[in-house]
């Protein structure tokens, strides 16, 4: 534990290092859009998808520097994700990492601005990186897809026409999952794969991982959204109850929903089994994603 903890801090700094380098070349003007693009990058988070985009690096042989730049991207995407979640047209959350939400802080017409600029920024990074390669064109083009139309976007859209409808199911669930969450850890778990030109079959199994991994890390949400609180998770909860979402707590229930989360945990770490690398870091990680908090 000592060492996985050790390792994730060592990503988490290098992260924030290519995060805080790339903010000092960034002059944006009017100020107000300065400050709100760097509110919410600099607000904290989890960092788990520049995390797992950097073991997963390792795991392959490589290192967090050749695809630092593509993390950033990602995390990009994440941020003005959460960004618009937030807004009160969707979600209508105040806070945000225990922080009031970018609309709370700058309006809502700020917000919205300072979300498209992190997408839109996201994709000049990824077009910097398309220069090193064929391979960085291929794993960018995996992050814009899993973050648009085909991926994030879907997932979102979805979630909020199927809100309050009971007749929606598991089908309908796991679309929400697979788009809205599970496609952007994907990004994360894959790119490595595609930027060292990784066989299919290992590309396939590192995606499936991907996919596994977002379910954990979302239904752990879910679950969190009944048991969790405020204090450690920075944001609302209790929102997918009254909201009526279809979260797989409301859609299955409490058991299940635990039964389910085993499940994906123990299917992720098989993929790890079967895979030819050294994988106790993405082990633990796996493990830490079950009981996670926050
Ligand atoms: C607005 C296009 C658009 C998409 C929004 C991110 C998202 C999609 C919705 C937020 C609500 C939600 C529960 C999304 C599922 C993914 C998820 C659990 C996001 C929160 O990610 P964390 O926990 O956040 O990694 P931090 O704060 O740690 O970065």
Redesign the pocket.
Known sequence: MQNFLQKQDEYRKTFESVLDEYLQGLHLKPEILNESFRYSLQN??????PVVMFASAQMLGGKPADVANLALALEMI?????I??DLPA??NDDY??GKLTSHKMFGEGQAILA?DALLNEAYSICFEECKKGRTYIGASHLICKNAGAYG??A??AA?LYFQGNFEAGRAEQEFIVLN??AK?IMSAVAVPALVYDADENITGMMLEFGKNLGFL??IT?DILDVCGNFASL?KTTGKDATEQKLSAVNVYGMDESIRFADEYRDVCLKILNDLPYESSFMRTLVQMVRKRE?
């Open positions: 904290g988070g989890k960092r788990i998808r994440h941020t003005y994700s959460l618009h979640d969707m979600d945000r990492r979300g994030m976007i997932g979102q979630d809205k969450t952007m890390f979302q949400d920075g926050n």
